[in-house]
């Protein structure tokens, strides 16, 4: 049940490229010696008409501004949205890009403004030194506007680290209280992840954190691959054996570190499934996001959302069969017990 | 505070003039400040080759992983043992992070903080505040000569067993720390934090030591020697910004020195300052147990490095701001909000370090407290900017070089700035933590910013150096070239990261979702080496415009501070007498016979 390793074979001593295919034509490499020849071009002139500078600012604050727009519109964008706290995620994510739109336009357009303004009388600018009430609108306009966007982040910002009431500030992890309709342990380890859920016909574990770092016999075991089933609230406890790795699920805008010597508890909410109405599947991938050594990008995997309850508990039964099965094999291979009497299921 | 203070005599005097020292104690162990600077101006270039081409081999990597290299290793034959041709001309995922996390040291550690700092305030501060010296010139020679143990070591490191350091400029344990305990260099923990790591350390220790020689030098030179008249708030932005840049230097490297000793002996001694209770397991491999905590590293690294951020910004600001009104031909609009801004940018730098720490293990409730502090600092930044532009409103502009690159650093430092307020929204930056965007936002603050800045500081006091001036065409060739370029290269990272790409990625096309990101990153790998082979036309200005360029007169931009009354290049001792100030550094324009007026003109 391993991760199909993808499209690609990793870089291995048995593929040999000969050389450096190019294409010149291609656009992306065109495209860069077009900008260069633009620039020469603004240089050239500029012996001449010096303010054809501020056509050098102009054509790169414009490009800035159109590329991003082009980029958003064709989906060059964030990927797909998985859950409702990604939504707003994003939602936060459009009100600061608004916000500093308005900077943008605003301050290149002074800028390249400035740059083919009349000169002033005489050559001689007012010797002007400063402006008291400006300064107080351009500190308390700008400053207001901060504030509100530092106070209206919160509720997410609380949400995202496992608070469920709709308090500003998040509170810390009570084992006692955990309300979470799925308990998975997560452990990175150099490199790949390893998931462990409790045997599905067993109860639940009584305190998660315990659970977390003492695997009991009958857990059931995964490699890189997180399941759940939609709509669930699922409690997810970060572990490491090694160095510090990262968490990272795209398509839920999940990212939390995993640290040595700690057990992070953290909330994922699946607000949408990622198997299609036809049984196939979009890929939700699963990537680390912090350094891990040499292989830190082979740290792929995948997320799958069960579209209901008893599909995921059919696919955790299965599991949990196959892997009693792998004992058993091994057991009956090695002629000796695999796991002590009194552990066994 | 503002009092004015003579020049202590007794402190100078063995510096002006008196006696003449040999060529060593003249050009190489020499305690004369301007020598220094230049010294430091010298390697700072030097290494921004260094750091540039490894650069440019990461870029080669992401832009194109499947395509053989294997032609390198004939130009350069150290790379054979990275691009080996069993490995069909690739190079190896652990030289990889080796590039990259030497590319940031270098950058860092070698050529942002050494030019700003360590070119341009040796240089700039005595003559701007009319001093003969820093007040401590042994202690600034020492400060110099501390830089090349450094140099030395993270050089050396690439030729050691094993390798440079491959754990990221970040050197986050237990990646970097957890590979001693069995004794040896070659435990399997970590294959690549092994001697050159040490090595690492040793350099971050050396660099820290002299950074702080330097700093305590800037500070007491600020306070005690200044000129008659020249008040603190008679004083150039240049040297304001320095000067904070120095307060926070002291304040907040000793953490860093303090964090790389103690993961120097956690490797070395066995010491297990970051290493967890249940130490770490790499396969069969164990560490043995420990005491300590990664978490740790992180909030010591970052109280220093989130300020650093500042320390290799403000500087810029500082002199852009002065060159920004001299080639105005105005006076610099908003003095005292302009110190005031940077100093609260010195201050709130300290209490926002956690916005790099949203998505490791802190308690999220100290996190909502960071997030505050983190969004109040653009405040400080958008006063500044605002200022800036006012500067330029109904400027009588000349577009000289460093003016257009004054500029360029207006108009990208806007992107930088304005792309940090999305780290300040924690559920943001948690999405965008370790992607590309915040190698966008470094770049456009660090490359588009600071290093412009730096072209702009350059172009602008090199006649004050050497004599002679930089040629006018072959910089705004270059401006013009890097402008354009430098946005190719780095813009698209901010798409990418939107995207989810991550950072440090050595074949990012393994990921479905990353596939269709591919093109922008050849894109932005033909940008670079573009990029790269312009700034080429800055080092041939450079070392051409040493001897050839043309004469410079003391005063070249007509500018009004005082660095501009003493000859070009200054002789030992800067003042032929010492210059008493009776005026700000702004007076540009206006009605009077001239259209600036120096800080020392009585008329």
């Given at each position: 049940?391993?991760?199909?390793?993808?499209?690609?074979?990793?870089?291995?001593?048995?593929?040999?490229?000969?050389?450096?295919?190019?294409?010149?034509?291609?656009?992306?490499?065109?495209?860069?010696?077009?900008?260069?020849?633009?620039?020469?071009?603004?240089?050239?002139?500029?012996?001449?008409?010096?303010?054809?500078?501020?056509?050098?600012?102009?054509?790169?604050?414009?490009?800035?501004?159109?590329?991003?727009?082009?980029?958003?519109?064709?989906?060059?964008?964030?990927?797909?949205?998985?859950?409702?706290?990604?939504?707003?995620?994003?939602?936060?994510?459009?009100?600061?890009?608004?916000?500093?739109?308005?900077?943008?336009?605003?301050?290149?357009?002074?800028?390249?403004?400035?740059?083919?303004?009349?000169?002033?009388?005489?050559?001689?600018?007012k010797s002007v030194h400063g402006h008291h009430i400006l300064e107080l609108v351009w500190t308390v306009i700008p400053g207001a506007l901060l504030v509100y966007v530092a106070l209206a982040q919160l509720p997410t910002w609380a949400k995202m680290k496992g608070q469920t009431a709709g308090t500003l500030v998040p509170v810390g992890y009570d084992a006692?209280?955990?309300?979470?309709?799925?308990?998975?342990?997560?452990?990175?380890?150099?490199?790949?992840?390893?998931?462990?859920?409790?045997?599905?016909?067993?109860?639940?574990?009584?305190?998660?954190?315990?659970?977390?770092?003492?695997?009991?016999?009958?857990?059931?075991?995964?490699?890189?691959?997180?399941?759940?089933?939609?709509?669930?609230?699922?409690?997810?406890?970060?572990?490491?054996?090694?160095?510090?790795?990262?968490?990272?699920?795209?398509?839920?805008?999940?990212?939390?570190?995993?640290?040595?010597?700690?057990?992070?508890?953290?909330?994922?909410?699946?607000?949408?499934?990622?198997?299609?109405?036809?049984?196939?599947?979009?890929?939700?991938?699963?990537?680390?996001?912090?350094?891990?050594?040499?292989?830190?990008?082979?740290?792929?995997?995948?997320?799958?959302?069960?579209?209901?309850?008893?599909?995921?508990?059919?696919?955790?039964?299965?599991?949990?069969?196959?892997?009693?099965?792998?004992?058993?094999?091994?057991?009956?291979?090695?002629?000796?017990?695999?796991?002590?009497?009194?552990?066994?299921? | 505070?503002?009092?004015?203070?003579?020049?202590?005599?007794?402190?100078?005097?063995?510096?002006?003039?008196?006696?003449?020292?040999?060529?060593?104690?003249?050009?190489?162990?020499?305690?004369?400040?301007?020598?220094?600077?230049?010294?430091?101006?010298?390697?700072?270039?030097?290494?921004?080759?260094?750091?540039?081409?490894?650069?440019?081999?990461?870029?080669?990597?992401?832009?194109?992983?499947?395509?053989?290299?294997?032609?390198?290793?004939?130009?350069?034959?150290?790379?054979?043992?990275?691009?080996?041709?069993?490995?069909?001309?690739?190079?190896?995922?652990?030289?990889?992070?080796?590039?990259?996390?030497?590319?940031?040291?270098?950058?860092?550690?070698?050529?942002?903080?050494?030019?700003?700092?360590?070119?341009?305030?040796?240089?700039?501060?005595?003559?701007?505040?009319?001093?003969?010296?820093?007040?401590?010139?042994?202690?600034?020679?020492?400060?110099?000569?501390?830089?090349?143990?450094?140099?030395?070591?993270?050089?050396?490191?690439?030729?050691?067993?094993?390798?440079?350091?491959?754990?990221?400029?970040?050197?986050?344990?237990?990646?970097?720390?957890?590979?001693?305990?069995d004794g040896s260099f070659a435990s399997p923990a970590a294959r690549h934090a092994g001697l050159g790591q040490t090595l690492w350390l040793l350099a971050v220790f050396f660099s820290g030591v002299s950074s702080m020689m330097g700093s305590v030098n800037y500070i007491t030179t600020v306070l005690h020697l200044r000129a008659p008249g020249m008040t603190?708030?008679?004083?150039?932005?240049?040297?304001?910004?320095?000067?904070?840049?120095?307060?926070?230097?002291?304040?907040?490297?000793?953490?860093?020195?303090?964090?790389?000793?103690?993961?120097?002996?956690?490797?070395?001694f066995g010491t297990v300052f970051f290493l967890p209770p249940g130490g770490a397991q790499f396969g069969a491999w164990s560490t043995g147990a420990g005491g300590g905590q990664p978490l740790l590293w992180q909030h010591l690294f970052w109280f220093y490095s989130h300020p650093a951020v500042y320390i290799m910004l403000l500087p810029a600001m500082g002199?852009?701001?002065?060159?920004?009104?001299?080639?105005?031909?105005?006076?610099?609009?908003?003095?005292?909000?302009?110190?005031?801004?940077?100093?609260?940018?010195?201050?709130?730098?300290?209490?926002?370090?956690?916005?790099?720490?949203?998505?490791?293990?802190?308690?999220?409730?100290?996190?909502?407290?960071?997030?505050?502090?983190?969004?109040?600092?653009?405040?400080?930044?958008?006063?500044?900017?605002?200022?800036?532009?006012?500067?330029?409103?109904?400027?009588?502009?000349?577009?000289?070089?460093?003016?257009?690159?004054?500029?360029?650093?207006?108009?990208?430092?806007?992107?930088?700035?304005?792309?940090?307020?999305?780290?300040?929204?924690?559920?943001?930056?948690?999405?965008?933590?370790?992607?590309?965007?915040?190698?966008?936002?470094?770049?456009?603050?660090?490359?588009?910013?600071?290093?412009?800045?730096?072209?702009?500081?350059?172009?602008?006091?090199?006649?004050?150096?050497?004599?002679?001036?930089?040629?006018?065409?072959?910089?705004?060739?270059?401006?013009?070239?890097?402008?354009?370029?430098?946005?190719?290269?780095?813009?698209?990272?901010?798409?990418?990261?939107?995207?989810?790409?991550?950072?440090?990625?050595?074949?990012?096309?393994?990921?479905?979702?990353?596939?269709?990101?591919?093109?922008?990153?050849?894109?932005?790998?033909?940008?670079?080496?573009?990029?790269?082979?312009?700034?080429?036309?800055?080092?041939?200005?450079?070392?051409?415009?040493?001897?050839?360029?043309?004469?410079?007169?003391?005063?070249?931009?007509?500018?009004?501070?005082?660095?501009?009354?003493?000859?070009?290049?200054?002789?030992?001792?800067?003042?032929?007498?010492?210059?008493?100030?009776?005026?700000?550094?702004?007076?540009?324009?206006?009605?009077?016979?001239?259209?600036?007026?120096?800080?020392?003109?009585?008329?």
């Open positions: 049940m391993l991760l199909d390793p993808g499209t690609k074979p990793a870089v291995s001593q048995a593929t040999e490229t000969t050389g450096f295919a190019f294409n010149w034509a291609a656009p992306e490499h065109a495209l860069p010696l077009v900008l260069t020849a633009v620039a020469f071009l603004v240089w050239l002139v500029a012996f001449k008409f010096r303010k054809v500078w501020a056509a050098l600012f102009g054509i790169n604050a414009a490009i800035v501004a159109a590329y991003t727009t082009w980029s958003a519109r064709n989906n060059y964008w964030m990927p797909e949205i998985a859950s409702e706290l990604a939504a707003e995620v994003d939602s936060l994510f459009n009100l600061v890009l608004f916000l500093v739109t308005i900077f943008f336009v605003a301050t290149q357009a002074v800028l390249v403004y400035t740059m083919v303004q009349k000169a002033p009388e005489g050559g001689r600018a006692a209280t955990d309300a979470a309709d799925l308990l998975v342990t997560v452990t990175g380890k150099q490199w790949e992840w390893r998931m462990r859920y409790a045997d599905p016909s067993g109860s639940k574990p009584a305190n998660p954190l315990l659970w977390a770092s003492t695997p009991a016999a009958t857990d059931v075991h995964m490699v890189n691959e997180l399941h759940a089933w939609q709509g669930a609230k699922v409690r997810m406890m970060l572990r490491t054996t090694d160095v510090i790795h990262s968490f990272f699920l795209p398509h839920f805008r999940f990212k939390q570190d995993m640290l040595p010597g700690k057990t992070i508890p953290a909330l994922l909410y699946t607000d949408k499934s990622n198997i299609n109405a036809d049984g196939t599947e979009r890929l939700w991938e699963i990537a680390c996001a912090e350094l891990c050594g040499g292989n830190h990008y082979r740290m792929r995997g995948k997320v799958v959302i069960h579209p209901d309850r008893a599909s995921f508990n059919q696919w955790l039964n299965d599991q949990k069969s196959r892997q009693s099965a792998r004992k058993e094999s091994l057991a009956a291979a090695n002629n000796t017990p695999a796991i002590p009497a009194g552990n066994e299921e | 505070m503002s009092q004015t203070r003579p020049i202590p005599h007794d402190v100078t005097a063995h510096v002006a003039g008196h006696q003449q020292p040999g060529f060593i104690g003249r050009y190489i162990f020499s305690t004369d400040h301007k020598v220094i600077g230049i010294q430091y101006l010298f390697s700072a270039v030097l290494f921004l080759l260094v750091g540039g081409g490894l650069a440019l081999l990461v870029r080669l990597q992401v832009g194109y992983p499947d395509e053989s290299i294997g032609i390198l290793t004939r130009l350069i034959p150290g790379l054979a043992r990275h691009i080996p041709p069993e490995w069909g001309g690739r190079m190896s995922p652990e030289f990889y992070t080796m590039l990259f996390t030497m590319h940031a040291t270098v950058m860092i550690f070698l050529v942002i903080i050494p030019w700003l700092t360590g070119a341009f305030g040796n240089f700039l501060i005595p003559l701007m505040i009319g001093a003969k010296d820093m007040a401590f010139p042994i202690l600034n020679m020492l400060s110099y000569w501390f830089m090349w143990p450094a140099f030395g070591l993270l050089m050396a490191s690439f030729f050691v067993d094993g390798g440079a350091s491959g754990v990221g400029w970040t050197a986050y344990p237990t990646l970097s720390s957890a590979d001693l305990a603190l708030l008679r004083m150039p932005l240049t040297v304001w910004s320095l000067f904070i840049t120095a307060i926070l230097q002291a304040v907040a490297l000793p953490s860093l020195t303090v964090a790389a000793i103690m993961q120097l002996t956690d490797k070395v002199m852009v701001s002065d060159i920004l009104a001299v080639f105005s031909r105005k006076p610099l609009f908003g003095y005292r909000p302009m110190v005031y801004s940077m100093s609260a940018i010195g201050g709130l730098g300290f209490i926002v370090w956690g916005h790099h720490m949203f998505q490791s293990g802190m308690d999220p409730r100290i996190g909502a407290g960071f997030i505050i502090a983190t969004i109040l600092i653009a405040l400080p930044s958008a006063v500044k900017t605002f200022n800036w532009l006012a500067t330029l409103w109904g400027a009588n502009i000349q577009f000289t070089t460093p003016m257009l690159n004054a500029m360029g650093f207006i108009s990208m430092f806007v992107i930088g700035g304005l792309s940090g307020i999305f780290m300040a929204v924690a559920p943001v930056d948690v999405n965008v933590h370790d992607t590309y965007f915040i190698v966008a936002h470094i770049h456009y603050v660090l490359f588009l910013s600071t290093l412009f800045g730096l072209f702009a500081a350059t172009q602008f006091w090199f006649p004050k150096m050497f004599g002679r001036c930089m040629s006018e065409p072959l910089g705004k060739l270059h401006f013009a070239l890097t402008f354009i370029l430098a946005n190719c290269t780095f813009y698209p990272m901010h798409i990418l990261g939107i995207g989810g790409h991550p950072r440090r990625y050595f074949d990012p096309t393994l990921y479905e979702f990353l596939q269709p990101f591919q093109p922008l990153n050849r894109f932005m790998t033909v940008s670079a080496i573009l990029l790269g082979l312009a700034q080429l036309i800055f080092l041939a200005n450079f070392f051409f415009s040493l001897f050839f360029g043309k004469k410079a007169s003391a005063n070249p931009w007509d500018s009004n501070t005082l660095e501009w009354q003493a000859p070009s290049p200054p002789p030992h001792g800067n003042f032929e007498t010492t210059p008493v100030v009776v005026r700000g550094p702004y007076e540009y324009g206006g009605e009077g016979a001239t259209d600036h007026l120096p800080q020392t003109a009585t008329a």
